[in-house]
């Protein structure tokens, strides 16, 4: 069913860029969406390799969260082994609030913000390219780490292939609800606090039904109606998120 | 080609229970500057941001070529620089100009021929964060260029260019008004514009009365 989905939204994406093309017929200039879509990610990844730090911070915040469980719990590694799903996605959630300020800060601060919503582009799909850059910088480093840290937290083998799992449907969905939060707040001076307030009760939802996946797998049942669940969650986001975010930009920098 | 027509109709600005402007209207055409005028705080730049669409008037209508302004051909034929110069401080002059094309439509000059239009030839490669704020209002401008667009709408683009650098964008906009583009800008500096038809509104005054 999932792949319908993803057919559909591409589908979308074809029509969209046809339409404008129709549209613009007169100017005989290209103008594709995709072409901007494309370039909106690239110059976000561009400027995250020039400033390292947003990408190394919440990773390192990621791993300290997460050595420092066995630090507190003590030599009890049964104990530990039985919550190591939840330590994981609980470190996980907290690091995906900590790096969304990064967003849209700094296109707010320097008027980047204005032009993005200026151009004849729908908004939405761009702002959609600035979440999966944003992805791409935080939350897939997580992904490449976390088994790592499973293993540390003395997960079983066969639960770390659907951990990652989780985290690969998971964190897509922190970034886009997280950017409808960031969006309403960034106009704001201090908006950290009610970021968070806003953000983490939409969190809860993929927080139970990844860090469940996880405990299943480890007892060695099914967890087809979870990540069922997470596929379903993320395909609404992806498709349902992008335009409040855009509407809510639109009132931020008013 | 059709002849293009920005009109603002009984337009009210209300800002903190202050009234800044009520009942403005205005008709600007192809070829024509609409300049801003006023003290500090009388809403010019409250009026700008009206025409971009990020602000609604609290009363009256925007139109461009008849059709209110919250619709996709609008911002196809527009362009903005406001206080912000919305650069990126750590991409390169041509890396930033590559985005902006990107987001719009590809216009009458290439990046190359806009930045030596602005006096910015050789700087393609240098990080924009090491230019000077002249450079950087300069490159801010080159996007104008750059990009298909009839209206420009500045604000204060005078600011922290030196004599030369005024003179060069008093000539970029005669040269767009004279290929059939409009302008609306504020500014404190006084523009000496030769054969363009320069219409002006004093927010002041229309306050006051």
């Known amino acids: ?254 | 080609m059709t002849t293009h027509l920005l009109q603002g109709m009984a337009l009210s600005c209300i800002r903190d229970d202050r009234v800044l402007f009520s009942d403005l209207n205005f008709r600007l055409q192809s070829g024509q500057i609409l300049l801003l005028e006023g003290k500090n705080g009388s809403g010019k730049t409250s009026l700008l941001r009206i025409l971009c669409g990020f602000r609604e008037p609290d009363a009256g209508e925007v139109c461009w070529s008849n059709e209110a302004i919250n619709d996709g051909s609008y911002y196809a034929d527009m362009a903005y620089v406001g206080h912000l110069d919305g650069i990126k401080k750590e991409l390169t002059v041509l890396e930033n100009l590559k985005v902006a094309l990107a987001l719009g439509v590809a216009g009458q000059y290439s990046i190359s021929d806009a930045l030596k239009k602005v006096h910015l030839q050789g700087y393609d490669d240098v990080l924009v964060q090491v230019l000077s704020a002249g450079q950087k209002r300069r490159l801010s401008l080159a996007r104008l260029l750059i990009t298909h667009n009839i209206l420009w709408i500045l604000d204060e683009p005078f600011t922290s260019l030196d004599k030369q650098g005024i003179a060069l964008i008093e000539s970029l906009m005669m040269e767009h008004c004279a290929g059939g583009g409009m302008i609306v800008l504020t500014s404190h500096h006084d523009i000496t514009l030769h054969g363009v038809d320069v219409l002006r509104i004093n927010l002041s005054i229309l306050h006051s009365e």
């Open chain 1, 1 to 254: 069913m999932g792949w319908m989905y993803y057919g559909l939204i591409y589908l979308f994406f074809i029509l969209n860029e046809r339409l404008y093309a129709l549209a613009n017929y007169k100017t005989q200039l290209p103008m594709t969406l995709s072409h901007a879509f494309f370039a909106i990610i690239r110059r976000d990844l561009v400027l995250a390799l020039r400033r390292r730090a947003e990408i190394a911070n919440p990773l390192l915040f990621f791993v300290l969260v997460i050595t420092l469980f066995p630090l507190g719990i003590g030599a009890q590694p049964h104990l530990l082994q039985a919550i190591a799903s939840g330590i994981i996605w609980v470190s996980a959630l907290l690091a995906a609030m900590l790096s969304l300020d990064s967003l849209f800060r700094s296109d707010f601060d320097d008027g980047c913000l204005e032009q993005i919503l200026l151009s004849p582009h729908p908004a939405s799909i761009l702002v959609l390219g600035k979440i999966i850059a944003h992805w791409l910088v935080t939350g897939l480093p997580l992904l490449i780490v976390a088994p790592l840290l499973a293993v540390f937290l003395g997960m079983p083998n066969h639960a770390i292939g659907v951990l990652l799992l989780t985290l690969l449907i998971g964190t897509p969905v922190l970034s886009l609800i997280g950017a409808i939060g960031v969006a309403l707040t960034v106009g704001l001076r201090r908006g950290g606090m009610i970021l968070s307030l806003l953000v983490l009760p939409l969190y809860v939802p993929v927080l139970i039904f990844a860090s469940n996946a996880v405990d299943m797998a480890s007892s060695g049942l099914p967890i087809h109606a979870q990540i069922n669940i997470l596929i379903s969650i993320l395909i609404m986001s992806l498709v349902l998120a992008p335009w409040p975010t855009a509407a809510a930009l639109k009132m931020s920098i008013n």
